[in-house]
């Protein structure tokens, strides 16, 4: 019953802009905690923010902040990604859950192990 769809990902020069966008569906209501997730080639997979209605938290990794602003509309998650850089190429998996800890928590190694739900993923590109 329970779905996450990530959208909005492709190709795009050094120095652009994106717009992520995440549904999660099926939930009670939408006091869950929400996050984004990248991954590239051999590399391990990094918590990029996570936002947790619960308590009002929002979490941005040191290597995204200031430039990456996260937001939610009820169970959609946004993701704006400016002055993308070729670092920031990957996977990017969007994960809903519930939890009562920060948002700090579950983006993190294993406060990332208790979201239940994931999405297939979608791929961003950035060229230089």
């Known amino acids: 019953q329970v779905q996450v769809v990530e959208s909005g990902g492709g190709l795009v020069q050094a120095g652009g802009s994106l717009r992520l966008s995440c549904t999660a569906s099926?939930?009670?209501?939408?006091?869950?905690?929400m996050g984004w997730f990248r991954q590239a080639p051999g590399k391990e997979r990094e918590g990029v923010s996570c936002?947790?209605?619960?308590?009002?938290s929002t979490y941005y990794s040191d290597s995204v902040k200031g430039r990456f602003t996260s937001s939610r509309d009820k169970n959609t998650l946004y993701l704006e990604m400016n002055s993308l850089k070729a670092e920031d190429s990957g996977m990017y998996y969007c994960?809903?859950?519930?939890?009562?800890?920060?948002?700090?928590?579950?983006?993190?190694?294993?406060?990332?192990?208790?979201?239940?739900?994931w999405g297939r993923g979608t791929q961003v590109t950035v060229s230089s």
């Open positions: 994960a809903a859950g519930r939890g009562r800890y920060s948002a700090d928590y579950y983006c993190g190694p294993s406060g990332s192990r208790t979201f239940g739900h």
């Open positions: 099926g939930f009670p209501s939408d006091d869950i905690v």
């Open positions: 936002i947790n209605r619960a308590d009002g």
